[in-house]
């Protein structure tokens, strides 16, 4: 033991072991309660993830630099094909930075077929795919808007009751040809039901005969958050309209690409597609 005790002795006074070594064991002084950064552990793919940092903070996903909140609140979506993991960088107004690693949980997809559909909606001539084409790009210009209104804050709310007849992110086989997987959830309800605002917003949005989506509204929560609705029957809001959570917006129809009457409620950050029933579940 003294040999020991010599040899590490004699190798300090060298220089091959600094005395420094030493100080790399004392644990790291705790990060105060205003500094903190907290995003969840895992994530789900199609989930809208809520993360709080020192407000001030500049936080980055994506190359997108996200909004925060007066209260420092951050939220983006994580696609339906997201593998994972993701990375979020904050800067925090002293200056301190820390990234964050998140794990992506993944979901099984079953396929759902749905047949009777019109088959030039499945296999559409030029002329249509032109129109589809069209249409396809004004929705997604209404999808870009960014201002700082915190309306997904809030918990959403059914903007009908009635049977899930379609899910979010399961593969679609229609009429028999393999589509994309679905991109909101479907609900079924009577023709004329009233369709009202899950949560607060601005009409960015708003056409009664798109070709595939048929009635057709758009409404922002803002920070990049959106909720579509689409086969509507009727439309009682108008573009620009500002609607508080519950408020009528329309009615379930069956117009576009429907076999009979639902509402198919779809959620997005910017244009990454998330699940409505894991925003739902948030709230409660």
Known sequence: MKLAVAALFAAVCAGWIPLVAAQDTVPAAPVPQEERVV????????????????????????????????????????????????????????????SVSLAVTLRDWPTEHVNGVPPKTVNPPPEIAARIQREQALVTAARVRDDERADFALPFQWPVQGRISGRFGNARVYNGQPGAG??????????????????????????????????????????????NFLHLSRIDVKVGDRVEPGQTIGAVGATGRATGPHLHWGMNWFDTRIDPLLVLERGK
Request: hydrophobic content about 35%; overall charge neutral.
């Open 182 to 227: 679905h991109s909101g959830m479907d609900i079924a309800a009577p023709n004329g039901t009233p369709v009202k605002a899950p949560a607060g917003g601005i009409v960015t949005f708003a056409s009664p005969d798109l070709y595939l989506t048929g009635g057709t509204v758009l409404l922002d929560h803002g920070h990049g958050v959106s909720s």
């Open 39 to 98: 995003f969840p552990a895992s994530v789900s793919q199609g989930a809208l993830i809520f993360g709080k940092v020192p407000p001030g903070s500049q936080v980055r996903y994506r190359e997108r630099l996200l909004r925060t909140t007066a209260y420092g609140t951050v939220v983006f979506g994580v696609g339906r094909d997201e593998p994972g993991p993701l990375k979020v960088d904050v800067t925090t107004p002293s200056g301190r930075t820390e």
